[in-house]
T-cell receptor, first 116, second 114 residues
Framework: DTGVSQDPRHKITKRGQNVTFRCDPISEHNRLYWYRQTLGQGPEFLTY????????KSRLLSDRFSAERPKGSFSTLEIQRTEQGDSAMYLC??????????????FGPGTRLTVL | AQSVTQLGSHVSVSEGALVLLRCNYS??????LFWYVQYPNQGLQLLLK??????LVKGINGFEAEFKKSETSFHLTKPSAHMSDAAEYFCAVSNRGGSYIPTFGRGTSLIVHP
């Protein structure tokens, strides 16, 4: 049983470049979440998908950010024209929407982005 | 709107001592409450959660937390700290139903001295 995986684990880029991150959720999970975590802060919600539909986006998700989950399995998060303020850990989580009261989210190890 | 306040960005204890990490929440409706642990360069792992029922919740690694509605608190405790408990701990609150999107506190770094 594999958990949530993210690739790459680390990314260093120059300001103005585009970057793309990938998240592979636990195979049967139909919900997928993206979070951003900066130093000394807790994770902040960016967006989430139920199957392939993007159901909610945070105000933190500027127009330079785009996320997809084309077949309801893996997801990508792209940041265009990166800025130094984008430097953070990007976390992915997945859950199984079911009839239970709470759908636990399982987190991946994160992708650490450094923008120079 | 919901929010979480974690008192103390760092807590330092000796090995074998009581661990107490404080969390207060604000929510307009009865929330779900969580504690997560994060080890360096790793994702978050759920320690325990309160959804309904018994207000004293037991989690993994000997941790427990008590939901006190009157105090809007959900403090995390462990009777005896171990060196391996050194990590970042996050308290979180989420709505019941819908998106289940948690709002996290800023975290408390637990330091365990030998």
């Amino acid at each position: 049983d594999t958990g949530v995986s993210q690739d790459p684990r680390h990314k260093i880029t120059k300001r103005g470049q585009n970057v793309t991150f990938r998240c592979d959720p636990i195979s049967e999970h139909n919900r997928l979440y993206w979070y951003r975590q900066t130093l000394g802060q807790g994770p902040e919600f960016l967006t989430y998908f139920q199957n392939e539909a993007q159901l909610e986006k945070s105000r933190l998700l500027s127009d330079r950010f785009s996320a997809e989950r084309p077949k309801g399995s893996f997801s990508t998060l792209e940041i265009q024209r990166t800025e130094q303020g984008d430097s953070a850990m990007y976390l992915c989580a997945s859950s199984l929407l079911s009839g239970s009261p709470y759908n636990e989210q399982f987190f991946g190890p994160g992708t650490r982005l450094t923008v120079l | 709107a919901q929010s979480v306040t974690q008192l103390g960005s760092h807590v330092s204890v000796s090995e074998g001592a009581l661990v107490l990490l404080r969390c207060n929440y604000s929510s307009s409706v009865p929330p779900y409450l969580f504690w997560y642990v994060q080890y360096p360069n790793q994702g978050l792992q759920l320690l325990l959660k309160y959804t309904t029922g018994a207000t004293l919740v037991k989690g993994i690694n000997g941790f427990e937390a008590e939901f006190k509605k009157s105090e809007t608190s959900f403090h995390l405790t462990k009777p005896s700290a171990h060196m391996s408990d050194a990590a970042e701990y996050f308290c979180a609150v989420s709505n019941r139903g819908g998106s289940y999107i948690p709002t996290f506190g800023r975290g408390t770094s637990l330091i365990v001295h030998p």
